[in-house]
């Protein structure tokens, strides 16, 4: 039974950081991409960072490059997103998701991702 279980939210006020924790699992942790997602009310959900834990490669979207961190332990089968410098604007509720269906890693919540978390929400405050 696949589980991802999210943590880390919280408040904070702008140019502050939070670092989200993703912990998996129930499947072959460093075989599938795993990514953060985030949904603002009335907004599309959208990706944010991805990352292939067995290889380590890494995806960000541009409003959050240079700011954001995606980094994996793989003795904790866990994912975690720092967020550094975080604005009004990230302000969401934050997901992580695994594509166990193959081998595609990206920001797309289309394309793939089979396997969410609950969430955790993330406020920031001008």
């Known amino acids: 039974q696949v589980q991802l279980v999210e943590s880390g939210g919280g408040s904070v006020q702008a140019g502050g950081s939070l670092r989200l924790s993703c912990a998996a699992s129930?499947?072959?942790?460093?075989?599938?991409?795993m990514g953060w997602f985030r949904q603002a009310p009335g907004k599309e959900r959208e990706g944010v960072a991805a990352i292939f834990p067995g290889v380590g490669s890494t995806y960000y979207a541009d409003s959050v490059k240079g700011r954001f961190i995606i980094s994996r332990d793989n003795r904790k089968n866990t994912v975690y997103l720092q967020m550094n410098s975080l604005k009004p604007e990230d302000t969401a509720m934050y997901y992580c998701?695994?594509?166990?269906?193959?081998?595609?890693?990206?920001?797309?919540?289309?394309?793939?991702?089979?396997?969410w978390g609950q969430g955790t929400q993330v406020t920031v405050s001008s």
């Open positions: 998701a695994v594509n166990t269906r193959g081998t595609a890693c990206g920001l797309s919540p289309t394309l793939g991702y089979n396997y």
């Open positions: 129930g499947y072959s942790y460093s075989s599938y991409c």
